[in-house]
């Protein structure tokens, strides 16, 4: 059975830097291209990023610059590393596998 | 960016009876490689999103077969055969042809 279990959220002023970790299981992370979207409370999908099989990412303009998806194919684990977080990031942040598959998601919450 | 509209984006509907969503884009959401790259995901309330359709008309595995899709280029459809409540949530179109990656508003689907 596949499970994606993201990890790393939580409270962070702005400014301030998170890592969020998604460990996978019944798939293989290298296997197809994997993904994070997010959903601010209330509101609609988001999607924030996505690395390819081959290793090329790509970024939404919101993110670029601040944002870097990541993953470690021995661990079977996606990561984001954010930083300069700002208020408008805060969200449910769901880790993807290919389009189908979806975590349970992690709340980041910025706030001062 | 190409921008997904989905209407209505309040649909009441009565047990039993059909439903039917649209979604339209932006641009044509052809590929290069010949394919139509458009998704409905469906969330019900404090879950993840949940695919349903991928390349406009394929049903994922376990879906339901009253849950269809149709249409091409920049104009697609959900339709939901005869509605149960288990169906009550947010649906929303999402586009993987063009990057970023884009959705729609959502739909809100309640029961009467």
């Known amino acids: 059975d596949v499970q994606l279990v993201e990890s790393g959220g939580g409270l962070i002023q702005p400014g301030g830097s998170l890592r969020l970790s998604c460990a996978a299981s019944?798939?293989?992370?290298?296997?197809?291209?994997m993904s994070w979207v997010r959903q601010a409370p209330g509101k609609g999908l988001e999607w924030v990023s996505l690395?390819?099989?081959?290793?090329?990412?790509y970024y939404a303009d919101s993110v670029k610059g601040r944002f870097t998806i990541s993953r470690d194919n021995s661990k079977n684990a996606l990561f984001l590393q954010m930083n300069d977080l700002r208020v408008e990031d805060a969200a449910v942040y769901y880790c993807v596998f290919g389009s189908g598959r979806w975590g349970q998601g992690t709340l980041v919450t910025v706030s001062s | 960016d190409v921008v997904m509209t989905q209407s209505p984006l309040s649909l009441p509907v009565t047990l039993g009876q059909p439903a039917s969503i649209s979604c339209r884009s932006s641009?044509?959401?052809?590929?290069?490689?010949?394919?139509?790259?458009l998704n409905w995901f469906q969330q019900r309330p404090g879950q993840s999103p949940r695919r349903l359709i991928y390349?406009?008309?394929d049903r994922d595995s376990g879906v339901p077969d009253r849950f269809s899709g149709s249409g091409s280029d920049t104009d697609f459809t959900l339709k939901i055969s005869r509605v149960e409540a288990e169906d009550v949530g947010f649906y929303y179109c999402m586009q993987g042809t063009h990057w970023p990656w884009t959705f729609g508003q959502g739909t809100k689907v309640e029961i009467k």
């Open positions: 690395i390819f099989r081959g290793g090329s990412t």
């Open positions: 019944g798939v293989t992370v290298s296997s197809n291209y």
């Open positions: 390349k406009a008309s």
């Open positions: 641009q044509s959401l052809v590929h290069s490689d010949g394919n139509t790259y």
